[in-house]
């Protein structure tokens, strides 16, 4: 028995396989760097607002740390912030803000001064406290403290 084709297969050639195998290919790898850069703009977009975030947070920090503060002493990379028996020193190392919380023991209103004087825009008069204390006999400390103004005013 011979074979013989008697009537014609419906299928595919080979070249018809390739070519729709390339498209393919080529727009899955379009499809997956569509995918790859909407990732990477999304985790770009993220960090962006997460360092924002912390930004914002250690403005707010900062700012509540300066307006509770009785004093403030700058140094060479670090800002020191004085409250009642608190001590917060903002430290800049690099490109990075760092913040430690103190307690203070040794600083206390053992011997202090009142000292008043008139703000001359507005006539108020303000008291200022300074404390002052000794670590060891070559060293002598001074914090000024906080004031307000008092509730009257001086005749100018």
């Known amino acids: 028995m011979c074979m013989r084709k008697s009537r014609k297969i419906k299928a595919f050639t080979l070249t018809e396989v390739m070519i729709t195998m390339a498209?393919?290919?080529?727009v899955v790898a379009l499809a997956?760097?569509?995918f790859n850069t909407i990732g990477n703009y999304f985790r770009l977009v993220q960090d962006q607002n997460n360092?924002?975030?912390?930004?914002?947070?250690?403005?707010?920090f900062?700012?509540?740390d300066i307006t509770k503060a009785d004093s403030l002493h700058f140094a060479e990379s670090s800002l020191l912030v004085y409250g009642?028996?608190?001590l917060t020193a903002w430290t800049a190392?690099?490109?990075t803000l760092l913040r430690n919380d103190g307690v203070l023991k040794n600083f206390g209103l053992q011997a202090f001064g009142w000292q008043a004087y008139t703000d001359p825009?507005?006539?108020?008069?303000?008291?200022v406290v300074l404390s002052q204390y000794r670590e060891n006999d070559d060293s002598l400390y001074f914090r000024f403290y906080k004031t307000y103004?008092?509730?009257?005013?001086?005749n100018k």
């Open 51 to 60: 360092r924002y975030n912390e930004w914002l947070s250690a403005r707010l």
């Open 149 to 154: 103004p008092i509730a009257f005013q001086i």
């Open 84 to 86: 009642n028996d608190t």
């Open 32 to 34: 997956y760097m569509t």
């Open 93 to 95: 190392v690099g490109d």
């Open 62 to 64: 900062l700012s509540r």
């Open 23 to 26: 498209v393919s290919a080529v």
């Open 121 to 127: 825009e507005t006539g108020l008069v303000n008291l």
